[in-house]
């Protein structure tokens, strides 16, 4: 029997399934590198903050229920100087990380029983906080571009027939969580448009916004929330990406009546102004941008690599996306790979990757089998070897 040639893609002298030990090879999770965080600048920032009595006290103290004047102060230059966007601070509210931001918006906007919008696929994380609140979930499909608008409107037309009134839509329109997907200017518009006639809020996640590795090729498009002109938008941020998890710190940008109301729902106060006082004392002197500048770099030059290896041995059936940003590549392949003996056979290969259907509530809306791949924490050499050996796997099932 002549080898496909899909098969002849992988590396004919490969060892058999289960053959000796491989080590664990994971693309699972979009954790950043632990090589890029910048333990000593922060140890030192740290040390800055706590030099004088005065400023160890507002930082060891109780905090502000909004956050610390300075990282707040921070933010607002950030956001004017990178996206021209100028907001005062009472639109914003810092929090226990982007994940805390979304449950605060999720509590003032929606009841047990009301109906979220949400992407299909879509972030495990925030359809976890959405279930948990009691919300009803519906799909809608996102497409080659992003967020499927003309399904969008079906969705929310046959919804209003049935008298169902959705209370808010979540997106992640830059670097989407799974698919990479960044919508386009004139779709942001039209989800605007779609969000004013159906009168829903729009929570927007922009957790991976930074993270822009093809800005040679023009602008991102602004935020729905600079585009928005209803006062309908509340958008989330984070420093888990372009700093460390481990710090906790993310925030929240909306109108200022939203921002109060969501201040008295903080369970825990004031976020630790320790880890506040201690990220401004690191951004200072343009420090952060100079980290971030670090990151696009590194992070490029892995996403590259990883595209260039599903290139060189994935089947040719398989279909995949090309972020310019962010942590993931989201692979689609034909629904008669088995999604169960996919991941056995690649665990037994000594890689890993999170199945498609966790980033789904329910089926596809499109049949196929999909894999999220990261390639946030392996070096280039892993990267390469993965994908190898998930190859070696997709095509013993196919």
């Not at 040679?216 to 602004?222: A, S």
Request: aromatic content about 8%.
């Amino acid at each position: 029997m002549t080898t496909p040639r899909w098969a002849q893609r992988v590396n004919d002298n490969a060892a058999p399934f289960g053959s000796g030990e491989l080590s664990p090879l994971s693309m699972m999770y979009g954790m950043p590198d632990p090589a890029l965080f910048p333990a000593e600048e922060l140890a030192a920032a740290t040390a800055r903050a706590l030099q004088t009595q005065a400023a160890a006290t507002d930082a060891l103290q109780y905090g502000l229920i909004q956050g610390q004047p300075d990282l707040i102060s921070l933010l607002t230059d950030k956001l004017e100087r990178d996206e021209d966007l100028k907001v005062t601070p009472s639109n914003l509210l810092i929090t226990n990380g982007s994940a805390a931001a979304i449950g605060l918006a999720t509590r003032i906007f929606t009841e047990e029983g009301d109906t979220i919008l949400i992407e299909a696929p879509s972030f495990p994380g925030a359809t976890t906080i959405f279930r948990r609140a009691g919300a009803c979930l519906v799909q809608i499909e996102v497409g080659p571009g992003g967020i499927d608008l003309p399904s969008a409107e079906c969705t929310l037309a046959g919804l209003q027939a049935r008298g169902v009134q959705p209370r808010m839509l979540y997106t992640m329109p830059t670097f989407h969580n799974p698919t990479g997907l960044t919508l386009s200017l004139e779709d942001r518009l039209t989800l605007l448009d779609l969000a004013s006639r159906y009168d829903i809020i729009v929570l927007e996640d922009d957790a991976y916004r930074d993270l822009y590795y093809d800005a040679h090729t023009g602008p991102l498009p602004p935020s729905l929330y600079a585009l928005d002109t209803e006062g309908r938008v509340i958008r989330t941020g984070t420093f888990s990406k372009i700093l460390a998890p481990g710090v906790r710190l993310g925030w929240a940008l909306a109108r200022p009546e939203a921002v109060r109301k969501m201040m008295l729902l903080k369970d825990e106060g004031g976020t630790s102004p320790f880890a506040q006082h201690a990220a401004v004392e690191y951004a200072r002197d343009g420090t952060l941008s100079t980290h971030i500048g670090t990151l696009v770099e590194v992070y490029r030059a892995k996403r590259d690599t990883m595209l260039s290896a599903i290139e060189r041995y994935f089947p040719t059936e398989a279909q995949w996306t090309q972020p310019s940003g962010g942590f993931f590549v989201w692979v689609t392949l034909p629904p008669s790979v088995e999604p169960a003996r996919l991941l056995t056979l690649a665990r037994e290969e000594g890689v890993d990757y999170m199945p498609g259907e966790s980033c789904f509530e329910g089926q596809p809306p499109t049949p196929g089998t999909y894999l999220r791949l990261s390639y946030s924490t392996l070096s280039l050499d892993d990267i390469e070897e993965a994908i190898k050996r998930l190859a070696k796997a997709i095509c013993a099932v196919m």
